[in-house]
T-cell receptor, first 113, second 113 residues
Framework: DQQVKQNSPSLSVQEGRISILNCDYT??????FLWYKKYPAEGPTFLIS?????DKNEDGRFTVFLNKSAKHLSLHIVPSQPGDSAVYFC????????????FGKGTHLIIQP | NAGVTQTPKFRVLKTGQSMTLLCAQD?????MYWYRQDPGMGLRLIHY???????AKGEVPDGYNVSRLKKQNFLLGLESAAPSQTSVYFC????????????FGPGTRLTVL
């Protein structure tokens, strides 16, 4: 039973436009959410995070929005650049239980020139 | 700083063989984690450690053992490898549970024949 869901396996966006990656979760015990970026043959690298007490966090071109009532978060990348082409993982941390992250399956973002 | 390093990068085992994966971090982090990633899946937590001398089970611990004898090292052992353990293994570390990102190593690609 997937607790973190990324329903779009891939997304293609034109360079310079906005990329919006979506993530849904089912476990109301999650209190911290993160986005990771992963290139082939490398480990994931941290992008941005948000606490459940906030609804928005911004860092340069990256903004994460959290809608707790809908159990939904999204990552906005503006403007999209060729180097943004990668797999993006949504991850969540729970208040109780294991201290590791629960990951979604990832969305492959392709930035078209 | 090397960050998080993993040894080896690649390994092929026969069913029933044993091996140990080594993870080392030079950031003085308390928390360390082992994840596995299978094709089309997100990362899943195998075991984790919240400090030297401690270990705990994650989501998929069966068939694996871990040890954290030194703060900077976290070892993952497979006593009797099975084809179902063919995967890419990632180690990660973090300063604390929340508010601090997890840093990932480059991964170990393991194939069990």
């Amino acid at each position: 039973d997937q607790q973190v869901k990324q329903n779009s396996p891939s997304l293609s966006v034109q360079e310079g436009r906005i990329s919006i990656l979506n993530c849904d979760y089912t476990n109301s015990m999650f209190d911290y959410f993160l986005w990771y970026k992963k290139y082939p043959a490398e480990g994931p690298t941290f992008l941005i995070s948000i606490s459940s007490i906030k609804d928005k966090n911004e860092d340069g071109r990256f903004t994460v929005f959290l809608n707790k009532s809908a159990k939904h978060l999204s990552l906005h990348i503006v403007p999209s650049q060729p180097g943004d082409s990668a797999v993006y993982f949504c991850a969540a941390l729970g208040r109780g239980g294991a201290d590791g992250l629960t990951f979604g399956k990832g969305t492959h973002l392709i930035i078209q020139p | 700083n090397a960050g998080v390093t993993q040894t080896p990068k690649f390994r092929v085992l026969k069913t029933g063989q044993s091996m140990t994966l080594l993870c080392a971090q030079d950031m003085n982090h308390e928390y360390m984690y082992w994840y596995r990633q299978d094709p089309g899946m997100g990362l899943r937590l195998i075991h984790y450690s919240v400090g030297e001398g401690t270990t705990a089970k994650g989501e998929v611990p069966d068939g694996y053992n871990v040890s954290r004898l030194k703060k900077q090292n976290f070892l993952l052992g497979l006593e009797s490898a099975a084809p179902s353990q063919t995967s890419v293994y990632f180690c990660a570390s973090s300063y604390s549970r929340i508010g601090n990102e997890q840093f990932f190593g480059p991964g170990t690609r393991l194939t069990v024949l």
